[in-house]
Structures are given as structure tokens and as C-alpha cells.
């Protein structure tokens, strides 16, 4: 069965510096892979995804992810955080011959950017 | 712009009173869902749909049904609410196998039971 391990629960940084959200999956098959931010009291909304391809994604907000099929590991990194994106990030896994069942989640991680 | 939209944001109900959530998607998926999320514990799926009048249990079924009459709708039904069911409920439709997409999110009901 898959499953999605963010090893992170809460990440504090401070204002312009990098930051890195881990995420580690597991599957036996090929998957598709996802990045979600979810700001208070909203819906979650899609930051970036990997569907197959150059396995550095870039998504909106200046956030990218790098798939590594070895580590099985989709981490999301921002060279230079702002305030705004003080938000809980969720990674998301789906079977790449089952792709139109449910996304698998982890369990979140909390992203607190302070000044 | 595509949209999944849901009919409460915020709901109260009294332990006991049957609860109806409701969301719509204009985008002509053919999977729909309900989630419940919980501070700790993520996303946790209630049950979804992957075409009209089909269901199929998620993780977490116990104590919601779900209708689906139509493609772009989907219910969620708390037939006898209770107070461990205040959560935030999340809907979210997907394309079929293929599109490889995305699940689309609604706003979400943050729904409380006294």
C-alpha cells in the first residue's frame, strides 16, 4: 500500500531564508506526485506537481520539488521565504496506473515564517 | 476559472440532527471526495465517488453515507450527528485515469456539534 511520511511536523524559519520540506513516499509502481498549501480556514491548493519528466519541478510562489526515484523522496525547497507563505504544506502520492482514485496525504507540515 | 464549491462554510448542529454537506465541481470529473481533517491527523477520506450513483468507502466511513445523483454533485450525510464529527470537511474532485491530474479542492465546512 502507499503511504506518505513528511518527517516534519512544524518548520519555523525566519523571513528571506531557504527552506526545505521533506517528504518521503512509498510505492511499488510508478507514481505521480504532489505539493499542496493550505492556508488558514481554506481549501488546499495545488503548488506543484510531478507527473513524469524533468524530475526538478517548479511550482507557483517561487517553490520548487525534486523527485528522487532512488531515495523514493519529493522535497519541497524555497530559496528565500516571505511572511505569506506561513501555511501547512501537504505532500500527496497517487498510483500511476490508477490515476483517477484518491490521492494518499501526509500528514502535514507546518510552515511558520516569522520577521 | 474551474471550481469546486461546497454550500457552508461554517455550520453549527446539535448532537443528533441529521447533516446534509453539499459540493458541486463544474469541471465535468468524473471522481469526487470527502474528507475530514483533524489538527495531527491530516487528510483522512470519509468515502468517494468515481461516477454517478457509485460509492466506494474511504478510510474513515463510519457514521456519513454519501449521494451522488448527478455527475457534478456530491453529498455527504451525517445521518445522526455527533459531537466526535466536528471537524473541517473537505471536497475534492479528480479527472479520470489519464489526466494523471490534480485533486481539486473546495473551501471546506467547518462543521461544529453541540
Known amino acids: 500500500a502507499q503511504s506518505v511520511t513528511q518527517l516534519d511536523s512544524q518548520v519555523p524559519v525566519f523571513e528571506e531564508a531557504p527552506v526545505e520540506l521533506r517528504c518521503n513516499y512509498s510505492s511499488s509502481v510508478s507514481v505521480y506526485l ?12 495545488l503548488l506543484l506537481k510531478y507527473l513524469s519528466g524533468s524530475t526538478l519541478v517548479k511550482g507557483i510562489n517561487g ?53 | 476559472d474551474v471550481k469546486v464549491t461546497q454550500s457552508s462554510r461554517y455550520l453549527v448542529k446539535r448532537t443528533g440532527e441529521k447533516v446534509f454537506l453539499e459540493c458541486v465541481q463544474d469541471m465535468d470529473h468524473e471522481n469526487m471526495f470527502w474528507y475530514r481533517q483533524d489538527p495531527g491527523l491530516g487528510l483522512r477520506l470519509i468515502y468517494f465517488s468515481y461516477d454517478v450513483k457509485m460509492k466506494e468507502k474511504g478510510d474513515i466511513p463510519e457514521g456519513y453515507s454519501v449521494s451522488r445523483e448527478k455527475k457534478e454533485r456530491f453529498s455527504l450525510i451525517l445521518e445522526s450527528a455527533s459531537t466526535n464529527q466536528t471537524s473541517m470537511y473537505l471536497c475534492a474532485s479528480r479527472g479520470s485515469a489519464g489526466t494523471g491530474g490534480e485533486q481539486f479542492f473546495g473551501p471546506g465546512t467547518r462543521l461544529t456539534v453541540l
Open chain 1, 34 to 45: 504532489f505539493w499542496y498549501v493550505q492556508y488558514p480556514n481554506q481549501g488546499l491548493q
Open chain 1, 63 to 115: 517553490f520548487e520539488a525534486e523527485f528522487n526515484k532512488s531515495q523514493t523522496s519529493f522535497h519541497l525547497r524555497k530559496p528565500s521565504v516571505h511572511i505569506s507563505d506561513t501555511a501547512e504544506y501537504f505532500c500527496a502520492v497517487s498510483d500511476h496506473h490508477q490515476a483517477g482514485t484518491a490521492l494518499i496525504f501526509g500528514k502535514g507540515t507546518t510552515l511558520s515564517v516569522s520577521s
